[in-house]
């Protein structure tokens, strides 16, 4: 029996707002084991990062939230704030999509880093610099007793990234949330980055979220696949199972418009529309007025309910495809 | 393959420079994003322009649009030369040579309704007359599956994909000959980009257009483009029919570059090398070839020479010494 390190339930999150109420996430349920990379996959408005910024009850008090979250047995929807300072940066760290803004510019990596380790654990500023350093050669960057004193500015996008990590890993957490950790960087950074996302996972037994709507980096690196789209895990299962034998029309629709690498079509298959408004979302299955297996009667009226294929491969749909 | 014999678009050593301080503090210098380019573009083809940041992909697509100034060299349209023409001459031309910008959430005027963003480029090239206007603005919008309701929304009231699309039919209005698209589908969903790229290819197919289609996403390139220019701190690196450059992968960096990215595939697996080298900055100073230091091939002459282009295969040509015994130096793309 695989330990559950993180386990969403029934995650519904509204945000009130000047045009009425955004229905981000209507009922999201996904779960990470210990020692392995989940990707959450979806295209914008699915409510991937809210779900993210969710966990670590980073969201604005506009929004009304209900469902359960629980990391290692405990709700985190309901700790008090006291208790979320406690895991947030120590058990459960993030790391943001653009490493300019989510470093300090007027601190040192150094700085920041030592920041960080002092806040959750219990050392000396000598012995937090010792350990920034180790971290910082984690992640394989070169001369991390130079980089210490480095201003993020003078360091390069890939270096930044890769501080990210450094502080994200600093204090040991359980699980990593990584936000679209590669999408503002070059492919050959971006590989680089995947390759230290691979190690920590392998070698210090982390657990990581990747959020990304790169489907390549999801093959590459993930273990299980959560697609998302307006506020809904549509379908879930291990990488093979998500790759090779997809039933959501959805998934299959965003693995088809991809241009593939290895054959040359005319067309890519396009998934047409676009997607939905999130204050007055389509009835029933959000997906319906995109779908070409779409029932009506059915499709319309009823938001499907979750069903399993197997332990592992879940999905939600009034009328998906038959397994090849 | 190349659809045809005809060069719409040639460049002969185009440079670019600028100068610019690399901080507060110090002195200014200068950096050449695009370094003694030369390139042929043939009518109805589509050149793909890959690389990484600061190779200079889009600072060519702009500069051989004349919306940045060379600093040296030359650019032919269609034959003539357009490198000194004056804005005013230039306006003749760029009936013909349009462009798309990556980012459709900045390139609509927001003040302007679809009807006046498409107005514009009629009136300004005249394309026609008062009455025939509307109908003209309408077939254009059709042609990029947007219709009559949409013409008197603002661009805020559509989606990425839709303000791209709005784009397209500002680009091709004029009846061009030659597009210059960069990065766009890079802010782009996936399904979407593939609504974009099927558009795209159905117009260039339509009206017998050429592309200059410039991307960091190395497959939506290899889909769409019938031959690749690899770029690398200012310079075309390798050039050739896309099959070839990208099973082949000749030159050292378009090794690195194409095996970095994921592929959507889980019976391929990469291994994710954990080299640490990157791109340098434009500031350093190469007396030879600019990928000296991260190349695993390199040789004596590297640091202090600069390679040619060398013939490697049919119609194929790479910037290495590597290949210097095999082909000749010259060719297209010196």
Known sequence: MKLRVLEIKNLKVYFKTEEGIVKALENVNLHVDKGEILGVVGETGCGKSVTALTVLRLLSNTSEISGEILFEEKNLLELPESEMLKIRGKEIAMIFQEPMTSLNPVFTVGQQLTDVIMQHTKVSKEEALKRAIEVLRLVKLPDPDYIVNKYPHELSGGMRQRVMIAMAISCNPKLIIADEPTTALDVTIQAQILGILKNLKEELGISIIIITHNLGVVAQLCDRVAVMYSGYVIESGTVSEIFQQAIHPYTRGLLKAIPPVDEKVDKLKVIPGIVPNLISPPSGCRFHPRCERFIDGRCNIYPPEIQYLSETHSFMCHNPYELL | ?334
């Not at chain 2, 091939?297 to 590297?302: E, F, I, T, V």
């Not at chain 2, 290495?320 to 015994?325: A, G, H, I, N, P």
């Open chain 2, 1 to 334: 393959m190349k659809k045809s014999e005809k060069v719409i678009l040639k460049t002969e050593e185009l440079l670019k420079s600028f100068k610019v301080k690399k901080n507060f503090f110090s002195e200014p210098q200068w950096i050449y994003p695009v370094d003694k380019v030369s390139l042929e573009i043939f009518e109805g083809e589509t050149l793909g322009i890959v690389g990484e940041s600061g190779c200079g992909k889009t600072t060519l697509g702009r500069t051989i649009l004349r919306l940045l100034e060379p600093n040296g060299g030359k650019i032919y349209f269609n034959g003539e030369d357009i490198t000194n023409l004056t804005h005013k001459e230039m306006r003749n031309y760029r009936k013909h040579m349009q462009i798309v910008f990556q980012d459709p959430y900045s390139s609509l005027n927001p003040r302007m309704t679809i009807y006046d963003i498409l107005k514009r480029p009629i009136k300004i090239f005249k394309l026609c007359d008062k009455t025939q206007e509307p109908d003209l603005i309408l077939e254009t919008l059709r042609n990029v599956g947007l219709d009559k309701q949409h013409l008197i929304r603002y661009p805020h009231e559509f989606s990425g994909g839709q303000r791209q699309r709005i784009a397209v039919a500002r680009a091709i209005i004029s009846k061009p000959k030659f597009i210059v698209l960069d990065e766009p589908t890079s802010a782009l969903d996936v399904s979407v980009q593939a609504q974009i790229i099927n558009l795209l290819t159905e117009l260039r197919e339509k009206h017998n257009l050429t592309y200059m289609f410039i991307s960091h996403d190395i497959s939506v390139v290899k889909h769409i483009s019938d031959r690749i220019a690899v770029m690398y701190l200012g310079n075309i690196v390798e050039i050739g029919p896309t099959d070839s450059v990208f099973y082949n992968r000749y030159h050292p960096y378009t090794k690195i570059l194409i095996s970095s990215v994921p592929l959507p595939d889980v019976k391929k697996k990469a291994e994710f090398k954990l080299d640490t080298s990157e791109v340098p900055s434009l500031f350093t100073k190469f007396n030879g070839c600019k990928f000296v230091d991260r190349c695993p091939y390199k040789m004596d002459k590297c640091s202090d020479e600069k390679p040619a282009m060398y013939k490697v295969a049919q119609d194929h040509y790479v910037r290495c010494f590597l290949y210097e015994k095999d082909g000749k130096g010259g060719g297209e793309g010196k």
